[in-house]
């Protein structure tokens, strides 16, 4: 059973760091892509970043520049490194994973949808 666990939220004032953890777990897949998401109350979620099992990363571009998205395949866990963090980055972050068995090709386009996902962790950032 796949399972995705988020740490490292709080709150910090403007201009902070935060990196939030992801602990995966219950899976052998050999493509993937890994997301990190968001959603501010009131809002809809949105793609933050995602890698993939090719290591191509992608940015919103709110966040270009300030975050990165980075694992640690030895230890299972996806990261997201938060810099000069800004008010309006606060919201509940998840994490979220694309697993499939098919070589990423024509037949398995990676990051279009997310089979798992994780609870959240609240990140609040203070002006």
């Known amino acids: 059973q796949v399972h995705l666990a988020e740490s490292g939220g709080g709150s910090v004032q403007s201009g902070g760091s935060l990196r939030l953890s992801c602990a995966t777990s219950g899976y052998t897949y050999s493509s993937y892509c890994m997301a990190w998401f968001r959603q501010a109350p009131g809002k809809e979620r949105e793609e933050v970043a995602h890698?993939?099992?090719?290591?191509?990363?992608n940015y919103a571009d709110s966040v270009k520049g300030r975050f990165t998205i980075s694992q640690d395949n030895a230890k299972n866990t996806l990261y997201l490194q938060m810099n000069t963090l800004k008010p309006e980055d606060t919201a509940m972050y998840y994490c979220?994973?694309?697993?499939?068995?098919?070589?990423?090709?024509?037949?398995?386009?990676?990051?279009?949808?997310?089979?798992?996902w994780g609870r959240g962790t609240q990140v609040t950032v203070s002006s």
């Open positions: 890698i993939d099992s090719d290591g191509n990363t």
């Open positions: 979220a994973a694309d697993l499939s068995d098919t070589p990423i090709g024509p037949y398995y386009i990676p990051c279009e949808a997310y089979n798992y």
